[in-house]
Structure formats: C-alpha cells, structure tokens
C-alpha cells in the first residue's frame, strides 16, 4: 500500500518555527516530486513549496518566500518543509503529495497521485 504520512504539526507562536517531515511507505521517493500544499478554513487549498527528484525546491506561495523551504534525505524516503518566522495567516492543514513525474514541481494539486493526511500548523500566542 502506497502511503504518505506527515508528522511536525502542532501550535507554535507567532514567530517561531516548526518542521513538518512528510515519510513515504510502500514506495520510495528518489524519484518523485513532493508537493506541500495547505488548507485555511474556508479557503480553497494553495500550493506551498515543491521539491523535485534531484533536490530543486520551488516556492509557489508569495507569502512564503524566504521563510519556507523543502528538502528531502531519500536515505530516510522522507521529505521536510522548513517553516520559519511563522504567521498567525500560516495556520493551516499542511499536506504532502507525490508525483511520479519527478522532474517537474507543478503548483497543481490534480497533478499528483499520492497524498498525506494532512498535519495541523496553528500560530497564535
């Protein structure tokens, strides 16, 4: 069974930082492309960050920039997302998603197959 499952949710203060790690069972992920989306209550889902196969990470969001990055240690098959100088308008559902086109980060959400749970980030005081 192919699986993603994140980890590293939780409340933070405004300002601080949090790590999300994002592991894949019943398949490795050396060769995926993984994408960090989000979902505020009611709002449409937004793409975050993506990282490909050979370690090129992209940020989608504006509002992200220069705080958020990705990386991945395919030696553990998981992937992280770097959250810094967080922001109350960062608390979200985080989620993680692969596509087997690895090469490409795309910032929409159909073009991937596989999909965490999804992890809370709350910032506030």
């Known amino acids: 069974q192919l699986q993603l499952v994140e980890s590293g949710g939780g409340l933070v203060q405004p300002g601080g930082s949090r790590r999300l790690s994002c592991t894949a069972s019943?398949?490795?992920?050396?060769?995926?492309?993984i994408g960090w989306f989000r979902q505020a209550p009611g709002k449409e889902r937004e793409g975050v960050s993506c990282?490909?196969?050979?370690?090129?990470?992209?940020v989608f969001a504006d509002s992200v920039k220069g705080r958020f990055t990705s990386s991945r240690d395919n030696a553990v098959n998981t992937i992280y997302l770097q959250m810094n100088s967080l922001k109350p308008e960062d608390t979200a559902v985080y989620y993680c998603?692969?596509?087997?086109?690895?090469?490409?980060?795309?910032?929409?959400?159909?073009?991937?197959?596989?999909w965490g749970q999804g992890a809370q980030v709350t910032v506030s005081p």
């Open positions: 990282i490909s196969s050979s370690g090129g990470s992209t």
């Open positions: 019943g398949f490795t992920l050396d060769h995926y492309a």
């Open positions: 998603a692969a596509t087997p086109v690895g090469h490409y980060c795309s910032n929409y959400d159909y073009e991937y197959a596989y």
